[in-house]
């Protein structure tokens, strides 16, 4: 119990270090439409976006405000990610989207690369402290079943957690809660997050950097967004293809599928049923 109760001690001053930073915003310039009639400023409310709308709304807000106020905004940014990260929130690709949408395809790149890293490794410490017996409680088939490949594969250790972030037969929130129950030295985990996610992340960056240039539909379907779209295509399946050829070689993955289950394990599920 004492370990749930720091694990909540440390979401709540998270929460609210997040709250306070969404709910206190900086005067930002003044624009026309940002005023009604009785010229009161309008506030703007903050939320993680749920939907591209949302997203794009946010966007132009938080543009809006980093002409004047870009270390706020950048903190603000950084807290939501590594709160999201940390504590294994899925929806990491939508804060990805806006990082491209807010500070360009390459600034935006570096810093998702580096906050999924540092969230990670966060999200790593805190299974490691506070919840390794509730994971191995809560998942005692997946964590058998990852310990086992772990194990087959310890040889080539690195390049296994490199195929699993690149081709995702477990979630990588369930990666990262895992890992220390697995006996995962932390170099190795930090490296293979840091590596594994890049093509996910130029992804996920640069079609943030590249919906906040569209302003309808036709933009869309331009030769230039299209050209841009293969370029992205193309370089995230690169490293992809360099791993898997590694993989058919090197690693054991057999009897394990995109949920990370074993055929066994599915098997087993159809007579329980």
């Known amino acids: 119990m004492r370990s749930l109760a720091g694990l909540v001690a440390i979401v709540a001053a998270a929460s609210v270090h997040l709250y306070l930073l969404s709910t206190h915003l900086p005067p930002g310039p003044k624009q026309p439409d940002t005023e009604g009639e009785d010229g009161v400023v309008q506030e703007y409310r903050l939320k993680f976006p749920s939907d591209l709308d949302e997203l794009r709304e946010l966007a132009e807000m938080l543009k809006f405000y980093n002409r ?34 807010i500070f360009g395809p390459w600034e935006g ?56 972030r690149f081709f995702p037969m477990t979630p990588n929130w369930f990666l990262n809660i895992t890992c220390p129950v697995l006996n995962i030295p932390m170099p190795i985990f930090f490296f293979s997050v840091f590596i594994g996610l890049i093509p996910y992340n130029f992804i996920c960056v640069r079609t943030g950097s590249i919906l906040s240039e569209i302003s309808s539909l036709d933009d869309i379907f331009s030769w230039t967004t299209l050209a841009q779209l293969l370029a992205i295509a193309l370089m995230a399946l690169v490293p992809g293809a360099l791993i898997k050829h590694y993989s058919k070689a090197h690693l054991k993955v057999d009897g394990m599928d995109r949920n990370g289950t074993s055929q066994a394990g599915i098997e087993q599920d159809r007579k329980r049923r």
């Open 68 to 101: 004047e106020h870009h270390g706020y905004v950048l903190l603000l940014f950084c807290s939501a990610y590594l709160y999201k990260q940390s504590f294994a929130i899925p929806g990491s690709s939508f804060l990805n989207m806006l990082a491209g949408a």
């Open 109 to 164: 790149l570096v810093l998702a690369c580096l906050l999924t890293t540092s969230g990670s490794t966060f999200c790593f410490l805190l299974s490691s402290i506070f919840g390794k017996q509730y994971v191995a409680h809560l998942f005692p088939d997946k964590v058998s079943l990852l310990q086992r490949k772990v194990e087959e594969n310890r040889s080539s250790l690195f390049f296994f957690l490199l195929f699993l």
